[in-house]
């Protein structure tokens, strides 16, 4: 309906009374023109008004023609529209060049011509602009029309091209007319501006720009033989609009999502807008917040990160997530669903030994068949995306149904924290993470072992940002962050001060210190160990960082015991707490073969600190630990089990 509306009011600015046998129209090279070829006589019948033309030479090679009524015919880059109810028919010619230029003639085949001297200008800036815009589906979009000043008072024309027909969607006359979703403004000297509001697949195609005129520059009067002179093309492309999501998450729980938007707009600034009200934009690249809400504008790869800790009910409801653009914003709407929680475990705690392995069970929706995932809070405790250079490092597993593992293998000090688990779902323009697992993750140095009498070397690394250096005159460099090790853990009322990095003289004779800031490593020497120096010992910096290290004793004298195959062996230790077989004792204490009361050859008498092995076989031969506990950690016992076969002498021998 609003197409037949202005095209009543684009027609009707062109009714003229009287006989025109010539006329001139003026277009701009490179753009186009749009003009009437009028009859005398309004009484001709019908079947006389077919057979229109508007051509330049006889056979018409250059030019249109037609016998079809009410509808656009094309020709290439020339169009003809004939209602011969109106007693003219239209012309419209694209893509006019300088060879364009000269005279033609329009008319009917039987009764009538007129001449037509087309013109083409090429002077002009802004002559034959042609531009391409993209927008999304709901997007506003605004566009500017330029012209030449002396065009100020003439009546501006935005023309659609949309195959069949070409209508006009809106002739300003005044400073500012608006119509639905078009918006024509015309307050500037040089240009006037163009806005489509809701933007929809029907608003794609081909907008032209142009001004109503005569034969001369001055406004057209009431009587003149006007046309449309087209100086600027703009081709809209509707993209698909930015999505509308469902994301689920779980009520006390996280979640992490990734916005992504086109490339064009990856250097915009993007915000996320919560519950359509309040709206969080970033101004410095970096993590902002708003209660509970996280945001993160990562324009160099043109995603906005979102996080959201610590789930509520109330924090159900619709978000968007968008970039800022020069005329109006860009969204993807994210509905947020909060489910309860009725299977997922508040937290957990694991502890992992530097350089090795460690597993994290998580949970997923059993119904959810998606990208396992892991992240890790950074200091401001927000879940990132572990970046691509990790991935080798972490392998997933699945165990049961809605059970999977996390393993992160040779773990490092950087690994310490906290860790959310969950799965990942992701849709063109949104990947979404539900965390439904928390673990904290501590971290332990391997087992320090020594003799009785011989020394050790405690090393405690530490992370570079502990590593801030002040230099002295002589061009020594010392950190200013002091370096602790403690027996017990660092800055508790319990905790025993072994020596810090900055003592300047020596307390104990047996314990020396060094810092080696440039590779961050912390090392304290310790001599002429004793039992009593067993314990578990904390590497520290300040209060922010405790790192625990387990030091075990083995006892100068080794115990050695021999015995048939067949027969039996006590062995007894000082305060025995633990005995177990292997090769070193940090590996038998935690993964060798322990004796127990599963295994029916191996027996600790009650109130006795003794092993009794009965039924001997050949390969028990080897080396035991038997251990007492000191502070946390064991002194330990060596022993040596030799078990041999005795062999039966003949008779007489």
């Known amino acids: 309906m609003r197409a037949t509306i202005t095209i009543t009011i684009y027609f009707s600015l062109w009714m003229m009374s009287g006989q025109v046998l010539c006329f001139k129209v003026i277009g701009c090279s490179g753009g186009s023109v749009m003009f009437k070829c009028m009859k005398t006589n309004k009484r001709e019948s019908s079947d006389q008004l077919k057979g229109k033309y508007f051509c330049r030479n006889r056979d018409c ?60 200008n090429r002077n002009s800036s802004s002559c034959g602009t042609s531009v391409i815009r993209s927008a999304y589906k709901g997007q506003t979009i605004t566009f500017s029309c330029e012209y030449d000043p002396k065009f100020e008072t003439h009546t501006k024309v935005l023309y659609r091209v949309n195959g069949d027909p070409v209508f006009v969607l809106k002739i300003s006359q005044s400073s500012q007319s608006s119509e639905e979703k078009f918006i024509l403004s015309d307050n500037q000297r040089n240009h006037f501006t163009v806005t489509i509001r809701d ?60 916005c992504e938007f086109p490339e064009e707009f990856k250097e915009n600034q993007k915000f996320i807008q919560i519950h359509s009200s309040q709206e969080i934009s970033d101004e410095q690249n970096q993590w902002i917040h708003h209660d509970r809400v996280h945001m993160y504008d990562d324009r160099s790869s043109g995603v906005l990160k979102v996080f959201i800790s ?39 705690e694991s502890a992992a030994v530097i350089g090795e392995s460690v597993k994290l069970s998580c ?21 990132q995306s572990i970046s691509s250079s990790e991935k080798q490092r972490f392998e997933f597993s699945d165990s049961t149904a809605g059970v999977f593992t996390a393993s992160i293998s040779n773990v490092s000090l950087r690994d310490a924290g ?40 405690i090393q405690c690394p530490y992370d570079e940002k502990h590593n801030e250096e002040m230099c002295l005159r002589r061009g020594k460099c010392l950190s200013k962050v002091v370096k602790y ?7 508790t009322e319990d905790a025993q001060i072994i020596i810090h990095s900055d003592e300047d003289h020596v307390k104990n004779p047996r314990i020396s210190v060094k810092d080696d800031t440039e590779l961050n490593l912390f090392t304290v020497t310790m001599t002429e160990l004793r039992a009593v120096d067993a314990g578990k010992y904390w590497c520290a910096v300040k209060d922010v960082f405790n790192l625990p290290i387990e030091l075990m004793i083995i006892r100068k004298d080794a115990v050695a015991h021999e015995a048939s195959v067949g027969g039996s062996v006590s062995i007894s230790c000082k305060h025995m707490r633990c005995f177990c077989r292997g090769y070193q ?10 004796v127990s009361s599963d295994n029916s050859r191996f027996s600790l008498p009650e109130e006795t600190f003794s ?43």
Request: net charge negative; proline share 3%.
């Open 310 to 348: 610590d789930l509520t009910e109330a924090d159900e409801g619709t978000y968007r997530c968008g970039v800022k653009t020069v005329n109006d914003h860009l969204f993807t709407e994210i509905r947020l669903k909060i489910n309860q929680v009725d299977h997922f475990p508040e937290s957990s």
């Open 611 to 653: 092993v009794k092995i009965s039924d001997l076989r050949a390969e028990d031969s080897g080396k035991y630990w038997c251990a007492e506990e000191s502070s946390g950690s064991f002194i330990i016992t060596e022993v040596q089990l030799n078990v041999i076969r005795e062999f039966c002498l003949p008779p007489g021998a």
């Open 363 to 383: 949970n997923s929706p059993e119904k959810q068949q998606s990208i396992k995932h892991i992240c890790k809070e950074n200091e401001q405790k927000i879940c």
């Open 61 to 120: 090679t250059t030019g249109i023609s037609t016998e079809i009524q009410h509808r656009w015919v094309y020709n290439e880059r020339f169009a003809l529209y004939d209602d011969e109810k109106r007693g003219f028919f239209s012309v419209f010619i694209r893509k006019l060049s300088r060879e364009d230029d000269g005279k033609y003639t329009c008319g009917n085949n039987q009764e009538w011509s007129r001449d037509v001297d087309l013109v083409v």
């Open 199 to 258: 933007i929809s697949e029907e608003e794609r195609g081909v907008y032209l720009c142009g001004v109503e005129r005569d034969g001369g520059d001055t406004p057209p009067s009431e009587t003149s033989v006007t046309h449309i002179t087209f100086i600027k093309e703009i081709q809209l492309k509707v993209k698909s609009q930015i999505t509308s999501v469902q994301v689920e998450a779980y009520i006390s729980k996280s979640v992490f999502i990734k």
């Open 485 to 491: 090790l403690c027996k017990g853990k660092c800055f």
């Open 418 to 457: 906290v860790y959310w688990c969950g799965a990942e779902t992701r849709h063109q323009h949104l990947t979404s993470v539900s965390l439904t697992n928390k673990h904290q993750l501590t971290l332990t140095m391997p087992p320090v072992i020594g003799r009785e009498g011989d020394s050790v070397q």
């Open 585 to 594: 004792p940090n590996i038998c204490f935690r993964d060798g073969v322990h």
